[in-house]
C-alpha cells in the first residue's frame, strides 16, 4: 500500500488515494460491501496524516462511491436495487380496522416491521379497502406488487385468504397460525405461554383464576389460543375452571364496565389472568380502586408485557414483537428467491415480577 503515495507526482496526495480506491473498485479488487481500510490504517500504511485520508473517503462518500458506519468502518458502496413492494392488508370485520394506536404492541410490532423491510429490501405499501376489493377480483394493477403480507385476519375470512393464496404473489399470515391450509404464518405462540403462567398460580395454591379476554365468539384464534392455554392449565391439575370465572368481552372499547362487573360478582378471586395489553390499564386501575393489592390481597399475571408503575412486579409473557416484524421479511425473501415458504412459531418469554403470592 506504501506504493500508492508518490510524493513527487504533481496530484495532491489526498486526490491520489482517492484515485487509487477507485482504481482499485473498477478493477475488482474492491468489490461491492467490501470493508475498506480504516483511516488509521491508511496513515500509517501510506505514511500520511489521518486527516488527509479521511478527506479522500469523504470525497468518495459524497459521490456515492463509498459509504461510512459509525463504528465499523467505510465500505465500498452496494448498487442501488429496486426496493420490493409487499402489499399490507386486513381480512376482519370493518368496523375493527382502527387507526394505529401508540399502544406497546403496536409500537413494537411497527418497529419490527420497518427493520425487517429495510434489512431485506422492501417497501410497505397499506392498502385501502377499496383496494383489497380490487385484489381480491385480481384487478388491482396500481401499485404494482411483489407480496402480500395478512396484517389481521378472523377466520371468518378463509376464503378470501384462500383466493389470495391461489394468485401468482406469495402471501404470509402475521402473528395468526391459519391450522389446515398451505399458508405459512410466521407468528408467536399464545398457547404455552399462557398454559404456564395459569401453572405457576395453580402450583401456589390457587384454585380460583379468574380470565380476562376478548370473546371467544369473535373469529379471534389468538383468544381462544390463550383462553386454551387456561383451560388445560386447569384440566392438567385435575381441575375445572368455573365459567363465571371467565369475563369475555366483545367491545374493547367499554371493557372498564365489563371488567367491573365482573370483578364485582366475583369477590373470592384469588388470583387472575389477564389475556392481552388491551385489558391491563382497566383492570389494574380497577384493582386499585377497590383496594386490592398485588399480590397480598389478588395474584395477577398477564400476556403482554405491562407498563406504567406495575410493570416491573407483574409477571407476563413479553412477545418478541420486533424480531416477529424482522422475520416475516426475511420469510418473503426466501419466498420470492424462490424457496418453500415456511411458517415459524416464536415463543414469548416470562418476565421476572413478584405477582404471585403462595395461599394454602
Known amino acids: 500500500m506504501h506504493k500508492i503515495i508518490d510524493r513527487n507526482a504533481p496530484e495532491p496526495i489526498y486526490l491520489q488515494l482517492k484515485n487509487w480506491v477507485e482504481d482499485s473498485i473498477r478493477r475488482g479488487k474492491l468489490l461491492p460491501g467490501q470493508r475498506l481500510p480504516s483511516e488509521n490504517e491508511f496513515s500509517r500504511r501510506c505514511g500520511i496524516h489521518r486527516n488527509t485520508a479521511r478527506n479522500a473517503l469523504l470525497r468518495l462518500e459524497r459521490e456515492g462511491v463509498l459509504r461510512s458506519i459509525p463504528g465499523s468502518g467505510w465500505f465500498v458502496s452496494q448498487p442501488e436495487k429496486r426496493l420490493r413492494r409487499v402489499g399490507m392488508l386486513s381480512l376482519q370485520n370493518p368496523d375493527l380496522r382502527k387507526s394505529p394506536s401508540l399502544s406497546d404492541f403496536y409500537v413494537r410490532t411497527n418497529q419490527g416491521l420497518k427493520e425487517g423491510a429495510a434489512m431485506y429490501g422492501f417497501e410497505m405499501v397499506r392498502l385501502e379497502e377499496d383496494e383489497v376489493s380490487l385484489l381480491l377480483q385480481g384487478k388491482l394493477q396500481n401499485p404494482p406488487l411483489d407480496a402480500l403480507i395478512i396484517t389481521e385476519f378472523q377466520s371468518k375470512y378463509l376464503e378470501q385468504l384462500r383466493l389470495l393464496k391461489a394468485s401468482n404473489l406469495p402471501v404470509v399470515v402475521f402473528n395468526r397460525q391459519i391450522f389446515g391450509e398451505d399458508i405459512p404464518c410466521v407468528c408467536i405462540d399464545q398457547y404455552y405461554g399462557t398454559r404456564d403462567l395459569v401453572t405457576r398460580l395453580i402450583q401456589n395454591g390457587h384454585r380460583r383464576i379468574g380470565c380476562i379476554t376478548m370473546a371467544l365468539d369473535a373469529n379471534w384464534r389468538y383468544a381462544q389460543e390463550r383462553y386454551r392455554g387456561y383451560s388445560d392449565a386447569f384440566s392438567a391439575a385435575g381441575l375445572t375452571p368455573e365459567r363465571k ?57 398477564a400476556f403482554d408485557r405491562v407498563g406504567g408503575a406495575h410493570g416491573e412486579q407483574i409477571i407476563a409473557l413479553n412477545q418478541p414483537l420486533e424480531e416477529l416484524g424482522r422475520r416475516i421479511f426475511q420469510t418473503l425473501d426466501c419466498m420470492l428467491a424462490g424457496l418453500p415458504g415456511i411458517g415459524e412459531v416464536l415463543l414469548p418469554t416470562i418476565t421476572y415480577g413478584n405477582s404471585i403470592r403462595t395461599i394454602q
Open 245 to 301: 370465572w371467565v369475563c369475555q368481552i366483545r367491545d374493547a372499547s367499554k371493557c372498564r364496565r365489563k371488567i367491573r362487573d365482573f370483578l364485582k360478582s366475583n369477590p373470592d378471586l384469588t388470583a387472575l389472568f389477564i389475556a392481552g395489553e388491551t385489558f391491563h390499564k382497566s383492570t389494574l386501575d380497577l384493582l386499585r380502586k377497590h383496594g386490592k393489592n398485588i399480590p397480598d390481597d389478588i395474584s395477577v399475571v
